[in-house]
């Protein structure tokens, strides 16, 4: 099940950390991840430039192809193997981009919960 979420406030403070700081893309579409070769990233996935997560490491942002800047949902995660939680940002990703990514961060050892800016429902 998705969730979606109707808190302007929260999804404006999103674009807006996006827009100021910037993001930088490590792992271009259709690379290989680097401790998991079989995985094919399906759209260009990096970082949000001098930020923070929870894992210490820059929070984590997907880059979808919508034409309009700004978040459409984020993820959380939970990772078994790295015994951890994340949050990563959905940037500019369609409705089926966000199911997407929501598929393969479910697999092995993550289970993720998919929260939706409202204007963007399936």
């Known amino acids: 099940m998705n969730l979606f979420i109707d808190n302007n406030s929260f999804w404006e ?9 910037g993001y ?4 271009r579409k ?3 991840h680097p401790h998991y070769p079989e ?9 949000i430039k001098n930020t923070k997560g929870t894992d210490c490491l820059e929070v984590d ?3 979808g192809t919508e034409k309009e800047q700004k978040v459409t949902g984020i993820l959380n995660i939970v990772d078994n193997d790295k015994k951890d939680t994340e949050m990563k940002i959905l940037w500019c990703c369609t409705p089926e981009e966000m199911q997407m990514i929501y598929n393969i961060n ?4 993550m289970h993720a919960i998919l929260i939706i800016r409202k204007d963007h429902e399936f």
């Open 13 to 21: 403070d999103l674009d807006i950390l996006v827009s100021e700081k």
């Open 24 to 27: 930088e893309v490590d792992r």
């Open 30 to 32: 259709g690379s290989s």
């Open 39 to 47: 995985f094919i990233y399906p759209l260009d996935y990096g970082f």
């Open 61 to 63: 942002i997907w880059l």
């Open 106 to 109: 479910n697999q092995m050892h």
